[in-house]
């Protein structure tokens, strides 16, 4: 089960902090991804993580604003948004599966587990 939290409202500029709750089957994957999908628009990817390794990607239109990481347990997995634009505004997912291909990391037809998404508006 994944679980987001964290979404809401903020000014442009500003940072929020998402988090995501995983259980149940932090075993049997690998890696662990933050998607977004704004109104009318695909789904995207926006980070993942490897959980083991710790390897991290990013989505060209987030590097350098978004920082993806997990806590020691491998519990939790955070995305850290600073500098939000007002093109950031989207519904959040967090996604996880065991990838055993490189290179699609941020594929959403990579990740079968999804959470329940979380809004994020930047005004």
């Known amino acids: 089960q994944l679980v987001e939290s964290g979404g809401g409202s903020v000014q442009a500029g500003g940072s929020l902090r998402l988090s995501c709750a995983v259980s149940g089957y932090t075993y049997s994957v690998n890696a662990m991804g933050w998607f977004r999908q704004a109104p009318g628009k695909e789904r995207e990817g926006v980070a993942s993580i490897y959980i083991d390794t710790g390897s991290t990607f990013y989505a060209d239109s987030v590097k350098g604003r978004f920082t993806i990481s997990q806590d020691n347990a491998k519990n939790w997995v955070y995305l850290q948004m600073n500098s939000l634009k007002v093109e950031d505004t989207a519904m959040y997912y967090c996604?996880?599966?065991?990838?055993?291909?490189?290179?699609?990391?941020?594929?959403?037809?990579?990740?079968?587990?999804w959470g329940q998404g979380t809004q994020v508006t930047v005004s």
């Open positions: 996604a996880a599966d065991r990838l055993v291909r490189t290179g699609r990391e941020l594929k959403v037809d990579e990740y079968s587990r």
